[in-house]
């Protein structure tokens, strides 16, 4: 089964643009991680962000956690086409010792 | 190595035949995971080890399915009478930390079942 759920399910954007990827998720977390994931390949980690955080910076990413929803964000500014991936947000469902992937989020980007 | 590698990266087989996918992790990576990701999907959790024991193998869909950790680097996920619903991607990750922290994957093993 999995937690997360993300939406859109599809996201298309000019270069240049702003992209918003939320995720819901449905148990009590320690962390909530976010992965790239580029067609054909392994999953790359982006970010972790704690239960007791709100908000993280990293480069051009930018996540928010808010845990009284049970919801979190990426942001990604300015984006590019090579930012053209699918992108998953993950947690340790129950403060559990394992991952539960969301369905993800498929961001093209066009140049 | 520098990262988790996967072997084979593709796999072709007949529906009832057996199969073994092999992952290598990142040295000194005491926890290990398999995942199942279907075309569309997020990774599906299989199995988890924490050195040479299977800590968490909530995830294994049935007895079909069976992963090793023998000294505790290389695994080896096992399906056994394959079928055709078991054609996806398998995906290995590793981990330095004992909590849940950042997970590396490899390129994952495509396995499909005629």
């Known amino acids: 089964s999995q937690q997360g759920e993300e939406d859109p399910q599809a996201l298309s954007i000019q270069e240049g643009e702003n992209a918003t990827m939320n995720c819901s998720y449905k148990?009590?977390?320690?962390?909530l991680q976010w992965y790239r994931q580029n067609s054909g390949r392994g999953l790359v980690h982006l970010i972790l962000i704690r239960s007791n955080e709100r908000e993280k910076h990293s480069g051009r990413l930018r996540v928010t956690l808010d845990t009284s929803k049970k919801s979190s964000s990426l942001l990604i500014t300015a984006s590019r086409a090579a930012d053209t991936a699918s992108y998953f947000c993950?947690?340790?469902?129950?403060?559990?010792?394992?991952?539960?992937f969301g369905a993800g989020t498929i961001l093209r980007v066009k140049s | 190595g520098a990262g988790v590698s996967q072997t084979p990266s593709n796999k072709v087989t007949e529906k009832g035949k057996y199969v073994e996918l092999r992952c290598d992790p990142i040295s000194g990576h005491t926890a290990l995971y398999w995942y199942r990701q279907s075309l569309g999907q997020g990774p599906e959790f299989l199995i988890y080890?924490?050195?040479?024991?299977?800590?968490?193998d909530s995830g294994l869909p049935n007895d079909r399915f069976f992963a090793v950790r023998p000294e505790g680097s290389v695994s080896t996920l096992k399906i056994q009478r394959t079928e055709r619903g078991d054609s996806a991607v398998y995906l290995c990750?590793?981990?330095?930390?004992?909590?849940?922290?950042?997970?590396?994957f490899g390129e994952g093993s495509r396995l499909t079942v005629l």
């Open positions: 990750a590793s981990s330095l930390t004992t909590g849940v922290g950042e997970l590396f």
């Open positions: 993950a947690t340790d469902a129950n403060r559990g010792n394992k991952l539960v």
């Open positions: 080890f924490q050195g040479t024991g299977a800590a968490d």
């Open positions: 148990t009590s977390i320690n962390n």
